[in-house]
């Protein structure tokens, strides 16, 4: 299958600072990424949806200000947790999708502590 | 209403058996549905998608959908201790969207 990688795997920051989690697909071009959120022992929460080159399409009760998300090329997406609180406090996992693949894979995730 | 249901578990199972894992979808408009697996504090790993009616096989896993009943399987033949994870089905309307997740099933294989 193919692989997308996070980086960094587990962050701890101060409230009040800004996080940003990259997310990479390394061996195919990702037209679309999706970011989600997961707190302990519930479902995914899809964030947002991205497209190379095109603004970010957040879900419902996703703040876009705070959740600053950049898809500039084909292998690259970041999510950037402005002014993080600890509420923000979960596990964020990147998916990316090639057109071509059809199939959508995720990283392996990113745990986000505030204190 | 969910558009993807799943029973959340745990779906207990002893080693060797068959684990039967069943989904069901709420939107005709649903192409394409995909298998995920999720060990605790990990991400999703994908097992498995099917496109068409019927059966779809790969090595343990056999996937199933039935378009008419609205409803998607995975048998795991041989249940090892090691397929002890929350296995989360997913269906898509068209190749550019987005998957919609239900919440589930937990998944234990005893000795």
């Known amino acids: 299958g193919a692989v997308v990688s996070q980086h960094p795997s587990w962050v701890i920051c101060k409230s009040g600072t800004s996080v940003k989690i990259e997310c990479r697909s390394l061996?195919?071009?990702?037209?679309?990424m999706f970011w989600y959120r997961q707190f302990p022992k519930q479902s995914l929460m899809l964030m947002a949806t991205?497209?190379?080159?095109?603004?970010?399409?957040?879900e419902q009760g996703v703040e876009k200000d705070k959740f600053l998300i950049n898809h500039a090329s084909l292998t690259l997406s970041t999510l950037t947790v402005t002014s993080a609180h600890p509420e923000d406090s979960s596990f964020y996992i990147c998916?990316?999708?090639?057109?071509?693949?059809?199939?959508?894979?995720f990283g392996p995730g990113t745990r986000l502590t505030v204190t | 209403q969910k558009e993807v249901e799943q029973n959340s578990g745990p779906l207990s199972v002893p080693e060797g058996a068959i684990a039967s894992l069943n989904c069901t979808y709420s939107?005709?408009?649903?192409?394409?549905f995909f298998w995920y697996r999720q060990y605790s504090g990990k991400s999703p790993e994908l097992i498995m998608f099917i496109y068409s009616n019927g059966d779809k096989e790969d090595g343990r896993f056999t996937a199933q959908l039935n378009k008419a009943s609205q409803y998607v399987s995975l048998l795991i033949r041989d249940s090892q201790p090691s397929d002890s994870a929350t296995y989360l089905c997913a269906g898509r309307t068209g190749t550019a969207s987005k998957l919609t997740f239900g919440t589930g099933t937990r998944l234990q294989v005893t000795l």
């Open positions: 939107d005709r408009g649903s192409q394409s």
């Open positions: 061996d195919f071009q990702a037209t679309t």
């Open positions: 998916s990316a999708r090639d057109l071509a693949l059809s199939e959508q894979y």
């Open positions: 991205s497209n190379e080159g095109s603004k970010a399409t957040y």
